[in-house]
């Protein structure tokens, strides 16, 4: 059975960091493309960081240099390290585990910024 799972999430101020982790289980870790996505209030859910299998990374053009996608084959887990947060990156962040043929979804971790 696979298991993706989210972690780390929670209240930040402005400026603050977070980071973010997504463990899987029940998959061959190191051939899936992984991204993180998120769904603010009211909003649509939007791509936000995808890094491949290759460890080929790319990145909504709202985090460029203030996130970091990264993965960790050993540990079968994704992380976003998060930085320079604003309030506009509350939203809810799930992680995507995917190849061809194969898609799954975590339940998200809530991130909220507030002063």
């Known amino acids: 059975q696979v298991q993706v799972v989210e972690s780390g999430g929670g209240l930040v101020q402005p400026g603050g960091s977070l980071r973010l982790s997504c463990a899987t289980s029940g998959i061959i870790f190191p051939i899936y493309n992984m991204a993180w996505y998120r769904q603010a209030p009211g909003k649509q859910r939007e791509w936000v960081a995808r890094i491949t299998s290759g460890h080929y990374t790319n990145y909504q053009s709202s985090v460029v240099g203030r996130f970091t996608i990264s993965r960790d084959n050993a540990k079968n887990t994704m992380y976003l390290q998060m930085n320079s947060l604003k309030p506009e990156d509350t939203a809810v962040y799930s992680c995507?585990?995917?190849?061809?043929?194969?898609?799954?979804w975590g339940q998200g971790t809530q991130v909220t910024v507030s002063s």
């Open positions: 995507n585990v995917y190849r061809t043929n194969d898609d799954y």
